[in-house]
């Protein structure tokens, strides 16, 4: 009978215990749902958003400035960077086109000009060293402000020879089409994720040339990145920047730089060189320079008549 008892008592505490544990482990259970759910409901939707959909950015082209007569002074051209990912990038090649590391070392240095060590810490010796800790980077900007023959020259070789994990980013950027022709009128852009005006009228009307950039946002395959067939996407076309037509005449402002440019060359004024030519009917300015001036193309070289 005692034993009886024993048992029953011992059963029922199991029981009780049975049932705490199972409590506590439902609690759990719903407390980490609500988490997940409700207190980091943000952090996951975001997670998820980034793998299922796509944001894809239009960039608006910026508009361009001419000159009275329809000639264009500011226009829009595309330099390269080139991406690098380090566990692809070598020769796959079987046959004899295949190349060593260094053999593309070589090619990298001759026709991009770029560091010989920079380009030996950022290229694998064995592709297949799963410890070496390059294996480990998706990807890396290699280089930029790579010319289009540049690019054009690099991705043949690399084509022919079978080359991998490396690819070219189309960057927009700002071309001069008459070099130092009215620089400190005109300004410059540069490229500093779009293309934004720094200097002159480039800067002044710089929301009149640039436009507004369209997107398209659309769900896609995880491993392929794909627009699923069933999904329909938001897409918004950019809105291209307005141009820009000046009053300055090409033909004038010639005749006053090189003026100008005698008048600095001879005398080596301090204070520099300035003239402006108007319409005395109108007011418009027809020529506008103050020297010394730069080369639109390199805003950074040194200004004419300094070393």
Known sequence: MAKKTYNERWSKICVVISGLLLTVFAFYLVYNLYVVTVVEHDLHAKASA??????LTYSAERGLIYDANGYALASNTYDYIVQCTPKNFFSSATDESKVTQDQIIDEFVLVLGIDRAKMTESI????????????????FDLCKNVTAEQKEILAG????????????????QRYYNYGEFASQVIGYAQNTGTLE???????????????????R??????????VLPYSAPTIVEPVN???????????????AEDACKSAYDKYAPKEGVCCIVMNPNTGAVLAMVSMPDYDLN????APYGMD
């Not at 480039?202 to 950039?213: F, K, P, Q």
Request: charged share 25%; aromatic share 12%.
């Open 50 to 55: 980034e793998t299922q959909w796509k944001f």
């Open 124 to 139: 694998m010796v064995d592709p297949k060293d799963t410890k070496d800790p390059l294996y480990k980077i998706g990807g």
């Open 157 to 172: 070789w690399l084509k022919e020879h079978s080359v991998g994990g490396i690819s070219f980013r189309a960057c927009p």
């Open 197 to 215: 005006g720094i200097y002159g009228l480039e800067a002044y009307y710089n929301s009149v040339l640039s436009g507004t950039d369209g997107y």
């Open 217 to 226: 946002y659309a769900e896609v395959d995880a491993r392929t990145e794909g």
């Open 241 to 255: 920047g307005n141009n820009l037509v000046l009053n300055i005449d090409v033909n004038i402002q010639k005749i």
């Open 298 to 301: 390199d805003p950074y070289g």
